[in-house]
């Protein structure tokens, strides 16, 4: 009788304990690691990635392998790590596929990843996407690109980060997230063909993208606040990942999501213009954010200090919240739409 009242004990104190451990891992609530993506943060990451020694991150060239470079040692230095199945931080992108549609006699260049393993489903992969290129020197100007996609490409450092902070809490995501900084989307979103044709995971394990491409500004029908992000595509293959955008910002962030550039017969053709259209194109749920063009765009006045770090930092959270979401919820984006 001792004997199986001291079982009987050991039984209930162990499922208490799986109670208690179950409940250490709940990720409903992002709250704490939304909080810890600053203005701060992103303005000393974007000071750096477009910065004149960056000479403007031109495809292939000197500059963008020094962002690169920049990339991999804050992964680095947040104890994130390449891809399960890569050998290094680095997709090398061939000169031949650069060159091929449109010969602009570009270099070898690289996508860079960085990864976060899932817990419970690690085959299943979110991508969150931006462009590290930009334009380069021209008439010996320096064209740092702040805004595009210097913004985008500091906000998946911010993400990451957050994300390793909530692993390291026991708060990691279910599903496994790439943080992709693609080349040449400025010469026609030649890294995230290059990667959507030769994924390192098949494309049918990748639950959804999120593409962020130009979150630093304000345009001119939006002159009075800065308090939006235009979204494009989130319902154009899913309506779960149209609903889950509207649902966490409205939880999380209260922004004005602006759909102005998700109709259909828009003359701008965004949805075909940035790096998600790749994705979606091989049936990937894909949404693009962005903040819309203003007069610096693709210009050399482009710089770090023309940037509002207070909508980037917004933005940069409510891209964080969508991929915590669709990391872990129970149920991947149907794809209900063609």
């Known amino acids: 009788m001792k004997q199986l009242l001291f079982i009987f004990v050991?039984?209930?104190?162990?499922?208490?304990?799986?109670?208690k451990s179950a409940k250490s891992v709940d990720n409903s609530d992002s709250t704490k690691y939304i909080n810890t993506i600053t203005a701060n943060e992103l303005k000393t990451h974007l000071y750096i990635v477009a910065s004149d020694g960056m000479e403007g991150r031109?495809?292939?060239?000197?500059?963008?392998?020094?962002?690169?470079?920049?990339?991999?040692?804050?992964?680095?230095?947040?104890?994130?790590?390449?891809?399960?199945?890569?050998?290094?931080?680095?997709?090398?992108?061939?000169?031949?596929?650069?060159?091929?549609?449109?010969?602009?006699?570009?270099?070898?260049?690289?996508?860079?990843?960085?990864?976060?393993e899932g817990s419970e489903k690690p085959d299943e992969i979110v991508i969150v996407s931006a462009h590290y290129d930009h334009v380069g020197v021209k008439n010996g100007d320096i064209y740092n690109g702040a805004d595009d996609d210097g913004s985008g490409t500091v906000a998946l450092l911010e993400m990451a980060e957050a994300f390793q902070k909530a692993k390291k809490d026991g708060h990691g995501p279910k599903?496994?997230?790439?943080?992709?900084?693609?080349?040449?989307?400025?010469?026609?979103?030649?890294?995230?063909?290059y990667y959507s044709?030769?994924?390192?995971?098949?494309?049918?394990?990748?639950?959804?993208?999120?593409?962020?491409?130009?979150?630093?500004?304000?345009?001119?029908?939006?002159?009075?606040?800065?308090n939006y992000v235009y979204v494009i595509g989130a319902d154009r293959l899913s309506s779960d990942l149209d609903n889950i955008t509207t649902a966490v910002n409205k939880k999380y962030i209260q922004m004005e999501l602006d759909?102005?550039?998700?109709?259909?017969?828009?003359p701008n053709h965004f949805y075909e213009r940035s790096d998600h259209?790749?994705?979606?194109?091989?049936?990937?749920?894909?949404?693009?954010?962005?903040?819309?063009?203003?007069?610096?765009?693709?210009?050399?006045?482009?710089?770090?200090?023309?940037?509002?770090?207070?909508?980037?930092?917004?933005r940069t959270q409510l891209a964080f919240t969508m991929a915590w979401e669709l990391a872990n919820r129970e149920n991947r984006p149907v794809v209900d739409k063609k």
């Open 10 to 19: 050991l039984a209930t104190t162990l499922s208490c304990s799986s109670t």
């Open 58 to 116: 031109e495809t292939g060239s000197a500059g963008q392998k020094r962002a690169g470079n920049y990339l991999i040692s804050q992964y680095v230095k947040n104890n994130i790590s390449f891809p399960t199945g890569a050998t290094s931080f680095y997709q090398p992108v061939p000169a031949a596929f650069l060159n091929a549609k449109r010969n602009a006699n570009l270099p070898d260049s690289e996508n860079i990843w960085a990864f976060i």
């Open 175 to 193: 599903r496994s997230i790439m943080f992709l900084h693609v080349t040449g989307e400025e010469h026609g979103l030649l890294g995230s063909s």
């Open 197 to 226: 044709e030769n994924p390192l995971f098949p494309m049918a394990n990748t639950v959804a993208n999120i593409n962020i491409d130009m979150i630093g500004r304000r345009d001119e029908a939006h002159a009075n606040s800065n």
């Open 259 to 266: 759909y102005k550039f998700n109709d259909l017969a828009d």
């Open 277 to 314: 259209y790749n994705f979606a194109k091989h049936g990937v749920p894909s949404v693009f954010l962005f903040n819309g063009v203003h007069a610096d765009y693709h210009q050399k006045t482009d710089t770090p200090d023309k940037i509002e770090y207070d909508a980037l930092t917004k």
